[in-house]
């Protein structure tokens, strides 16, 4: 289990506790039947009326997440970025697609992804600098730019 959602629901409730018993309130009062079905129902109805049915239909998995999480072995991560920045310096960026597989977190092939694709239309970005400003414009606008007017082959 996660220690830091344990602190912070622990923090959460004492804090709002606290001011509630400081301005002169009873803690019986706020448990009540009626005023916990308005603010659990209302929190479940608005998330369901935000969110798509099959959001809605993983809260469970979510919460599940957030108390007892996915243990991550950051000196992996590390290790398999570095591995990633040699080859692409050794045999470019485009050497990278046989790393997709390699990996199963989700973030990171999708990272990938968009670096080889970038690369791949990388003949889209035109590099121009607008009469009235001295520094390029970032990539970013360049892509947006592009893909108004150029259609990827």
């Not at 692409?88 to 597989?101: K, P, T, V």
């Amino acid at each position: 289990m996660d220690f830091a959602t344990i602190i912070g629901l622990i923090t959460a409730i004492g804090a709002i506790s606290g001011a509630y018993v400081l301005e002169g309130g009873h803690l019986s009062s706020i448990f009540l039947t009626g005023p916990l079905m308005i603010v659990v129902g209302g929190t479940i109805g608005a998330t369901m009326v935000t969110s798509s049915i099959s959001t809605t239909i993983k809260v469970p998995t979510f919460l599940r997440l957030a108390f007892w999480g996915v243990t991550q072995s950051t000196q992996e991560t590390i290790d398999f970025m570095v591995k990633l920045a040699e080859k692409a310096r050794r045999e470019g960026i485009l050497g990278l697609e046989n790393d997709l597989n390699r990996t199963e977190e989700k973030f990171l092939k999708k990272i990938i992804q968009l670096v080889i694709e970038v690369t791949l239309n990388s003949s889209y970005l035109i590099q121009f600098r607008p009469v009235c400003s001295p520094a390029p414009k970032p990539v970013i606008a360049y892509v947006r730019e592009l893909s108004k007017t150029t259609k990827a082959p």
